[in-house]
């Protein structure tokens, strides 16, 4: 499904939520930016897809039970609600919301809530 124009809400569809299983991964692009969209136990979480150590795909990274990623090239792990890190990095989370079977993302960066 192609994004379509932002609503005045600046929330944007990305994909259909049976396009992203539970366990299930999937690489969006919206104005030019690379974000992974994890859908861990139902709930789905965006984060820009370039490491921000040394760019790794953060999409090929490793989830973790507490709601994690690690970059495959380094290991760098990063909270897939925060972005936060215990290095000295922070990744660019995005909020995200399903509504009528449709997965939403709000592009601007913010930490979800």
Same mark, same amino acid.
């Given at each position: 499904?192609?994004?379509? +124009?932002? @609503?005045?809400? !600046?929330?944007? @569809?990305? /994909?259909?939520?049976?396009?992203?299983?539970?366990? &299930?991964?999937?690489?969006?692009?919206?104005? %030019?930016?690379?974000?992974?969209?994890?859908?861990?136990? !139902? +709930?789905?979480?965006?984060?820009?897809?370039? /490491?921000?150590?040394?760019? !790794?795909?953060?999409?090929?990274?490793?989830?973790?039970?507490?709601? %994690? =990623?690690? /970059?495959?090239?380094?290991?760098?792990?990063?909270?897939?609600?925060? %972005?936060?890190?215990?290095?000295? +990095?922070?990744?660019?989370?995005?909020?995200?919301? =399903? &509504?009528? !079977?449709?997965? *939403?993302?709000?592009? *601007?960066?913010? +930490?979800?809530?």
């Amino acid at each position: 499904m192609p994004p379509h +124009a932002p @609503a005045k809400s !600046g929330w944007q @569809a990305v /994909c259909q939520a049976d396009e992203l299983f539970p366990g &299930e991964r999937k690489l969006v692009t919206l104005d %030019g930016v690379e974000i992974a969209l994890f859908n861990i136990d !139902g +709930a789905v979480f965006a984060i820009n897809n370039r /490491c921000p150590h040394r760019k !790794g795909p953060l999409i090929r990274g490793y989830t973790d039970s507490e709601g %994690g =990623i690690k /970059c495959p090239m380094h290991g760098w792990r990063f909270d897939l609600r925060t %972005g936060q890190s215990r290095r000295p +990095a922070q990744a660019t989370t995005y909020r995200t919301k =399903i &509504e009528d !079977g449709t997965v *939403y993302l709000a592009l *601007y960066p913010s +930490a979800r809530l």
